[in-house]
T-cell receptor, first 114, second 112 residues
Framework: DVKVTQSSRYLVKRTGEKVFLECVQD?????MFWYRQDPGLGLRLIYF???????EKGDIPEGYSVSREKKERFSLILESASTNQTSMYLC?????????????FGPGTRLTVL | DQQVKQNSPSLSVQEGRISILNCDYT??????FLWYKKYPAEGPTFLIS?????DKNEDGRFTVFLNKSAKHLSLHIVPSQPGDSAVYFC???????????FGKGTRLSVIA
């Protein structure tokens, strides 16, 4: 079974703090993704990575950065957390290539910024 | 602009009846479509998919229909069960190594 794990299920941070969200997958997938889910807005893509050391901006990258130093790990960084970054953050991974490859999601991190 | 649209934010269905969730897309390059199911405080889980060369795919109680000319797909759940109550996301991608594009989701409530 593919497993995608996220470092925390729930996180509370203060405005201005630097926040690290970690994601690890155990299936040697090349592609990894960070989404945020907000009510009425669905899943919005923040950043993704096709392979180690690679990163691409998604639809809403502002205020975020990422790091992919190892194949199995993809980190999302909030440089200076703000209240509008309160959200559910979801990591996903996928084998590279053809269109029939599903994305596997982690359990999510519910981040609250006070 | 939204490339994948789920125009019904919510749907309520009686247990045992059919649930029909709809999804429209605008990008004619999309050739693979997926449905994900999400419970509160959990990550989305894959439910069923269909490629553009087919018009129907069935898996147990779940069937997805694709109408390419109308750029429309639907998910049918028969019979609906209370455990099906969740948010359902439609997603699509093209044939390249690109991320999935998700709709905003439809919250299904199955009433016993």
């Amino acid at each position: 079974d593919v497993k995608v794990t996220q470092s925390s299920r729930y996180l509370v941070k203060r405005t201005g703090e630097k926040v690290f969200l970690e994601c690890v997958q155990d299936m040697d997938h090349e592609n990894m993704f960070w989404y945020r889910q907000d009510p009425g807005l669905g899943l919005r893509l923040i950043y993704f990575s096709y392979d180690v050391k690679m990163k691409e901006k998604g639809d809403i990258p502002e205020g975020y950065s990422v790091s992919r130093e190892k194949k199995e790990r993809f980190s999302l960084i909030l440089e200076s957390a703000s209240t509008n970054q309160t959200s559910m953050y979801l990591c996903a991974s996928r084998i590279s290539g053809g269109s029939n490859n599903e994305q596997f999601f982690g359990p999510g991190t519910r981040l609250t910024v006070l | 602009d939204q490339q994948v649209k789920q125009n019904s934010p919510s749907l309520s269905v009686q247990e045992g009846r059919i649930s029909i969730l709809n999804c429209d897309y605008t990008n004619s390059m999309f050739d693979y479509f997926l449905w994900y199911k999400k419970y509160p405080a959990e990550g989305p889980t894959f439910l069923i998919s269909i490629s553009s060369i087919k018009d129907k795919n069935e898996d147990g109680r779940f069937t997805v229909f694709l109408n390419k000319s109308a750029k429309h797909l639907s998910l049918h759940i028969v019979p609906s069960q209370p455990g099906d109550s969740a948010v359902y996301f439609c997603a699509a991608r093209d044939s390249g190594n690109t991320p999935l594009v998700f709709g905003k989701g439809t919250r299904l409530s199955v009433i016993a």
